[in-house]
């Protein structure tokens, strides 16, 4: 059963009679619509009417639809108007620019702007690197995409795709401290989608590629991180993988298995899938099954893309062929970056025993977390409203803030494994069990140690202090 959501609460303004049993009525009515009552405000008042605002989370806009039918069915009751609490939201866009400077003089504009301005400019024109130290660049990430592959809606186009970004923008300013900007480009041409992106460097510190479908996005991101000398990272293969990982660390803490023992199946060779494998490979798993719409990825096969081929050739040392159905029996982990409702209770149930599920294909999982539950010792979701959400909001914004405060020209692999290792240290032995493997979202101590841990290491593989990766 779909239950209500934050995602779909309304707020209703209704005219009823001037009683208390009227406005219980209302209330009354409203739960058995099935919604959940979130706040009742009497906005007005007269000697015969009260304006009453009622705030409820629905399941979706139709149920928001049956809300409004069962009030205006009962006796002197009227729903004058309703909205929807997401949508005003997004009003006017969620993000906006604010100067760091005070602008309030004659004295003050002659140095942001002109003529003291051409000063910077010309430092800028003789020594090119100080623009990572005297402008925006220093703190500010693109956030591009061309709308193909938006959550689980698809290609979208991007002007609709751009309330995602906003969104992804806000989220890193407000766990990172970063300044990111919505790119959305009304191109799917991947040569000229680098192109445009080259030429868009040298505002930014870095580009996160967000919402492009494969395999294009491999490519993208590929010679865009051989040809700028910004960091470049794709959240949905990346940032999934290093939460991904962070959970597994604490899952198998929890079971008390290694990583180098446990047989993984991961369903789901995308973008996602592609770098998960990657990054518990670098992790040190051992034993690793990729699964497609076909079956098993094995060595030996010769369509797809390049980076299906890396999978086959290396992972499934055993060679094995079958389904994903036929490849749960005995596994201890399963990781699906897929489809909805592809397994069932029962698929978990020939798993070994203290299993980990993370089902994270959103919004409908790939098995019912209630199902998996059933036998599973530790199951995850991308859902909020089931415990352990792996979320990337837990990487990207510590992973950038420690870019830019490190002055990162690239990403390495290792990089993203000691993000990963330091999102899952934030959960201490003493917090952590089946049902808390991952920390939450607005705990501020995983921005910081993610940041911690990248900028650490930038500066290791730079090969000199913090204080010189900063200059």
């Not at 797809?304 to 201890?332: C, H, P, Q, S």
């Not at 290791?460 to 202090?465: F, M, P």
Request: charge should be negative.
């Amino acid at each position: 059963m779909v239950m209500p959501s934050p995602s779909y609460t309304i707020t209703l303004r209704v005219e009823v009679p001037a009683s208390q049993r009227a406005t219980s009525t209302v209330v009354s009515t409203v739960a058995e619509a099935g919604a959940a009552v979130m706040g009742v405000d009497i906005a007005h008042s007269t000697p015969t009417k009260l304006i009453v605002d009622v705030t409820c989370d629905t399941v979706d806009t139709e149920h928001g639809e049956r809300v409004v039918a069962a009030l205006n069915a009962l006796e002197g009751v009227h729903v004058l108007k309703w909205s929807d609490s997401t949508f005003l939201m997004h009003l006017g866009g969620k993000i906006e620019v604010n100067a760091k400077v005070p602008l309030k003089t004659r004295r003050d504009l002659s140095r942001a702007y002109t003529p003291g301005v051409a000063r910077v400019c010309l430092a800028i024109a003789e020594k090119p690197e100080d623009a990572r130290r005297l402008t925006i660049k220093r703190n500010t990430v693109a956030v591009v995409t061309d709308g193909t592959a938006v959550l689980g809606l698809g290609d979208i186009g991007p002007a609709a795709a751009l309330p995602v970004m906003e969104g992804k923008a806000a989220l890193f300013k407000e766990f990172g401290g970063v300044d990111a900007w919505p790119v959305c480009l009304d191109t799917k041409d991947t040569e000229e989608i680098i192109s445009i992106v080259k030429a868009l460097a040298p505002v930014y510190g870095g580009v996160n590629l967000e919402d492009i479908s494969a395999p294009r996005c491999f490519e993208i991101e590929a010679r865009l991180r051989e040809e700028l000398d910004i960091p470049v990272f794709h959240d949905d293969q990346h940032g999934t993988a290093i939460v991904v990982l962070a959970a597994l660390i604490n899952a198998l803490k929890v079971v008390d298995k290694k990583l180098e023992d446990v047989r993984i199946v991961v369903s789901g060779v995308g973008a996602a899938g592609s770098a998960i494998i990657r990054l518990l490979k670098a992790q040190g798993a051992r034993h690793v099954i990729g699964f497609g719409r076909n079956g098993a990825l094995h060595r030996g096969e010769t369509n797809g893309d390049v980076y299906r081929r890396w999978i086959a050739e290396n992972t499934n040392e055993e060679g094995f062929t079958g389904t994903l159905k036929e490849g749960m029996a005995g596994a201890d982990v399963f990781i699906g970056v897929s489809a909805g409702n592809i397994l069932t209770g029962a698929d978990v149930a020939t798993m070994n025993d203290d299993a980990i599920v993370f089902a994270l294909a959103n919004p409908t999982p790939e098995v019912d977390p209630i199902d998996a539950g059933e036998t599973a010792a530790v199951v995850a979701t991308g859902r909020s409203d089931y415990p352990n959400q792996i979320n990337n909001v837990l990487a990207f914004p510590g992973l950038f803030r420690g870019l830019l405060d490190a002055g990162a020209h690239v990403i390495s692999d290792e990089m993203l494994r000691v993000a990963a290792v330091a999102i899952a240290e934030v959960v201490g032995d003493d917090e952590r069990n089946g049902a808390f493997i991952i920390p939450g979202v607005f705990d501020h101590r995983v921005a910081e140690a993610v940041a911690e841990a990248v900028r650490s290491q930038t500066v290791a593989e730079k090969g000199g202090s913090a204080a010189e990766a900063e200059r």
